[in-house]
C-alpha cells in the first residue's frame, strides 16, 4: 500500500490528507454550533474526530454514507468531552477584554449562541442537525444512534426551551437598543 517507500507517505494518509483539507472547514463550523459558540472546544473537538477518523479510516472508506459518519463521530466526540472529569471542575469565565472578538457563527447571533449552550450536548446536537443542517429525522437518529420518537423528543424539548430562552433575552436586547416592548 505505500507509494514511496522513501517518504513513508502511504495512499492511505493521501487521502486522509486530501479528506482534511476538503473538510475541515464544514467540520469546525459543524462543531462550533455543535459546542454553541465555544471556538477553542470547537477546535478540540475537531481535533478528536479526525483522530479517530484516522484510526478508521478504511471503515470510514467503506461507509455507505460518508457525511453520516463524520456527524457520529464528531457527535461522540462531544459526548466524550463532556464526561471528562476535568470538564466538570472547570469554571468558564466571560470573554477576556484583550481578545480580538469573537467570530459570529455564520449569522447565529449571542442570544442563540447562549440558548443553545445551555442546552444538553444531545438535544443541542438534535436541533442543530435538523434546523441548522436541515437532516431529517432518520439521519439525525443515525447521527445520534438513537431512535427517531428520541430525535423527535428531543427536538421538541430543544425547540420549546430554546423559544423560552430567546423569548427571555428579547426583552434585554430590546432595552439595549433603545426601544420599548
Same mark, same amino acid.
Given at each position: ?28 463550523? +459543524?462543531? +462550533? ?33 460518508? &457525511?453520516? /459518519? ?27 477584554? &484583550? ?31 435538523? /434546523?441548522? /443542517? &436541515?437532516?431529517?429525522?432518520?439521519? +439525525? ?13 428531543? +427536538? ?15 426583552p434585554t436586547f430590546l432595552s439595549s437598543q433603545g426601544a420599548t416592548r
Amino acid at each position: 500500500m505505500r507509494r514511496d517507500s522513501g517518504s513513508g507517505v502511504t495512499e492511505r494518509d493521501e487521502q486522509f490528507h486530501d479528506f482534511v483539507v476538503g473538510r475541515r472547514p464544514r467540520l469546525l463550523h +459543524t462543531a +462550533t454550533l455543535l459546542t454553541a459558540g465555544d471556538t477553542h472546544l470547537a477546535e478540540d473537538l475537531v481535533q478528536a474526530a479526525l483522530t479517530k477518523l484516522y484510526v478508521a479510516w478504511p471503515a470510514f472508506r467503506r461507509a455507505s454514507n460518508p &457525511d453520516a /459518519y463524520v456527524r457520529r463521530v464528531l457527535v461522540n466526540a462531544l459526548i466524550d468531552e463532556r464526561r471528562r472529569v476535568w470538564r466538570r471542575r472547570e469554571k468558564p469565565m466571560a470573554e477576556l477584554p &484583550d481578545v480580538a472578538g469573537a467570530a459570529d457563527t455564520d449569522g447565529v447571533g449571542d442570544a442563540v449562541q447562549q440558548a443553545l449552550r445551555d442546552l444538553p450536548p444531545r438535544m443541542r446536537a438534535a436541533v442543530v442537525f435538523r /434546523y441548522f /443542517y &436541515d437532516l431529517g429525522v432518520a439521519e +439525525t437518529a443515525d447521527a445520534l444512534n438513537c431512535s427517531e420518537g428520541n430525535v423527535k423528543s428531543q +427536538t421538541a424539548r430543544g425547540l420549546e426551551r430554546l423559544r423560552a430562552a430567546l423569548d427571555s433575552a428579547q426583552p434585554t436586547f430590546l432595552s439595549s437598543q433603545g426601544a420599548t416592548r
